[in-house]
């Protein structure tokens, strides 16, 4: 399986970028070359950088993992500087509230929910599952007031949390969740329709066809008399 990442070292500086569905095997101890751990052998491998510039562009995934890779990077003793290049959703979200400073492009969104999962087995086993997502769900919320300091309550992101909530740029700004608004970026989808179908409240920007034409498409159509 495919890394969802990709990390460059230039002279100091560690490029890193995440797109794409953040997967695993599915377990957090695993040693699959999309894991988190694998993650972690490849920033250890960049050395004693000073910086990373970490580019996020992805629908979320798995939980354990993400929240993994989080506490790699809050851990690092690099400043980072995180640029939410077209959507951090779910657990993406999260690890983009490692950065130091987290810009977002004015045309790019952030997702927040309360984490989820699948369970099968007895009635101890899904109390269980149920409890691991509360507990889960408690880290989650602290790595975002961590971050937005005093510009949203506890309260205020419960509900955001509890409604699937889909932020513009402006607005994950306005509640601390990324620190400066940059000009409109152009970069390519992060499709994930099987991940998407997943979710309630998906953007219409996302739930289209890659083949769907455009605006522009249909009308010099039109104008062709096609």
Not at 27 to 47: H, I, M, P, R, Y
Not at 169 to 198: H, M, T
Request: with cysteine.
């Amino acid at each position: 399986m495919k890394k969802f990442w990709n990390m460059i070292l230039k002279d100091n500086t560690a490029e890193i970028s995440i797109f794409g569905e953040i997967v695993s095997s599915g377990w957090e101890w695993d040693e699959s070359e999309t894991s988190a751990n694998t993650f972690q052998k490849d920033l250890k491998a960049l050395g004693d950088v000073s910086e990373i510039n970490l580019h996020i562009n992805s629908p979320g995934g798995s939980v354990f993992d993400g929240i993994t890779i989080y506490q790699m990077l809050v851990q690092h003793k690099a400043k980072i500087n995180v640029y939410i290049d077209g959507l951090a959703a779910s657990i993406a979200s999260v690890i983009a509230m490692a950065g130091d400073k987290i810009y977002i492009p004015n045309n790019a969104m952030m997702m927040v929910h309360n984490p989820w999962t699948y369970a099968i087995g007895n009635a101890n086993e899904l109390r269980k599952q149920a409890e691991d997502l509360d507990k889960i769900g408690v880290s989650m919320r602290e790595s975002y007031l961590n971050k937005t300091g005093e510009k949203i309550s506890e309260e205020e992101l419960t509900a955001l949390l509890d409604n699937e909530t889909w932020l513009s740029a402006k607005e994950a700004v306005d509640y601390g969740l990324a620190d400066e608004l940059l000009s409109e970026n152009r970069v390519a989808a992060c499709i994930s329709k099987e991940l998407f179908a997943k979710y309630k409240n998906v953007p219409e920007t996302f739930t289209k066809s890659e083949n769907e034409p455009t605006l522009l498409a249909k009308k010099l159509k039109i104008l062709k008399g096609e």
